[in-house]
C-alpha cells in the first residue's frame, strides 16, 4: 500500500507536512512495515505487511539525476519480456522503460499493478493502474498539493474528514444507486479508472487511455479445442506466475471458476505441501435450514478427490457486528473477514480466486441470440433455444434480436426496488433515462461492457484494502489480461454449448473438475445465504433499537425514516426487505462516524 504527495510548489508543500503525517496514521495498517523517500517536491511512504514475501513487496526507483521517481505497488508478471535482467526490481524496470520510450511500453505490461511516475525534468506527475483494476489507485487534491493512494477512504477521511461526505458517493456505495463505482467521498478526489493513467502538470489533470480492448480483432477461423487448449495454457501460466514466492490457498465454492482455479493451483504447485481452500459455506448451519441444494457436498468431495485441505467458515454474530463497523472495507461480503482470518491461521498469505470467469470465458446466452442469427449460425441459435416451445422462442426473437432495448440486462433500475421504498424519492429517482438502458447485440459488447461497469475492480479494491492490513494478497487468474484480450476475439459461436452454457469453461475443467461441479448450471450456494441470513436478522434487533438516533444525521436525509416508521407501526416482525436495509443503514452510519472521527481506529 501506498500514500504519496507531491507539489509544483515546494512551499505548499511544506505547509502540509502535518497533515501529510496525519494521513499516514489513516493509511497505515496496524504492524506494517514502513519506507519513505522525500524530496523537496514529493513525500512518498510505502506500507508492506510482514506476511508478505520480500520479493513481493511494494518498491520505488530513482534515477542518477534523481529527477525521476518510479514507484510500483503490485505485481507485474512479464519483467522479463521487458528487461534482460533478471535481477531488476519492476520499479527499476519501469523506470528504464519510460526513459527509454516514455509511455509507449505500457500497453505490453500484464499484471495487477498501480504505478506512479513523478518526472521533475518535464514538471508531470503519471498514474497508471493495470488493465483491468485489480490494484487501486486515487488522487486527492488539498490546495496547491496533490495526494494519491491506494486507500481511496483513509485518504479522503484523513483530507477531507472535516467537509460533508459527497451525497453521491453515499448512495451509490451503500445503496448500489446508478452502480457508478467512480464516485469518491469529496469532490477533489477521483479515482484512476482500469486501463488508463492520469497525467498531472501544473495546468491540468489529463485521463488518458493505454488499453483498448475495443481494438482487438476477432479470430474467425480458431476452433472450439484450439480454442480450448490455448485457454488452458495461458490459465496454467496465469496461476504460476501470480504464485511465486507466496504461501498459496483459494477461495472454493461450488462453482465452476473457483473450483477450476482451485484443482488447478494443486497440480501445479506441486513444490508446495498443502493446499489450503477455503469456502464461505459453514460446516454447521446457524439453524435447521432445509436447503434446495447443499454445495457444500460437492465442494467437500471434490476437494478429497484432489486431496486439497478444505476449510469451511463458520461466522458469528460478532464477526457481522465488526465487519459492519470496518468503514474501511464496505464490501457486501462479510464472510470474507472470518475466512481471510482462517487463511491467516494456516500461513496463507495469496488467495487465489476465480472471480472474472462470468464475464469473459462465460458470456451469458442473451449476449448472443442477435449475433448468431447475423451471422447465420442457426445450429448454434438453435442450440440457445434447446429447451424452449414456439412462443417463447419468437418471444426471445423479437425481445433479444428485434427490439433489444426491450431487455436491459444487467441495469433494469438506478437502485434496488426494495432499497428505493425507503428512499426519499425527492433526492433519487428510480428511472432510467433511455440512454441508461443497457443491453447488449453481441459477444464482444457484452464483455467491453464488463469492462467499462468496473463492478469487477470494485470488489478487487475492496479486498485488496482488507487483505493488505491482515497480510493476504488477492489474486485473480481469470483476469489476466491475456485471457480477456484472447476471449474478447474468440468468435461468438465458441461460447454456446449444445447442452450446456459455458462451454469453454466446463471443457477447461475436463478431467479435473467432478460431474457434479463441471456439469452443474448455475445456482446460488444456499448454505451461505440461508446461514448468513439468520445470522443478520439475529444482529438487527441491536440495530434496530438504535435507529430512531440516526433521523437527526444530517447527511442521511435521503433516507425516508416515515417509511420506516409505518412500516413497524403495522407489523412487530421486521420484513425481509426492511431487515436488508437496516444493514445498509448501519453501515452507512459507521462509515460516517468513522469518517468524522479524528481518532485513528
Known sequence: MILGSFSFNPASLSNQQELYKYAVECIQPASSI????SKPRLNLTIFSHPNFPKSKRDNYCVNEDENVIVLVVGHI?????LSIDSSESASSTILNQYEQ?????LDRLNGEFSICILDLKVQKCILIRDALGIIPLTLAKKDDV??????THGLGKSLFGEEPISKQYLISRFYDYERNFHF???GNMQKVFPGTYLEITNSAIEQKNYWNPEEIPEKANINFLEATNHLSELLDDAIKVRSKDFAVGTHVSGGLDSSLITVRAKKLLNMQKELHAFTWSPSQMNEDIELAYDERISIRNQCEKSGIQLHFTNVTTEDYHAFVSSWRFPSEHFFERRLTMNAVSQKVNLLLSGWGGDEFIGVPDEALYAELLRKGKLKQFNWLNREQKFRKLAMNVVNKVLFPKRRRVFLKNKMHPENYHYMCHKSVTNRLSPVEHQWHTSKRSHQLSMIEYQHLSQRCEDWYLHGQHIGIEYAYPLMDKRIVEYCIGLPSELFVGKTMDRPLMRALGKDQLIDEIRLL????????????ISIQRDCLKEYIEDWQQLKNEEELDFIDFGAIERELEVSNEISKRLGIFFYYLKSTDEYIKNYRQRKID
Open 521 to 532: 448450471p448455475k445456482s446460488w450456494d444456499h448454505a451461505v445465504m440461508k446461514n448468513a
Open 77 to 81: 508478471f512479464n519483467l522479463n519480456e
Open 34 to 37: 514502513k519506507t519513505g523517500y
Open 101 to 105: 520510450d516514455d509511455l509507449a511500453f
Open 146 to 151: 496533490y495526494y494519491f493512494s491506494s486507500d
Open 184 to 186: 469518491c467521498p469529496n
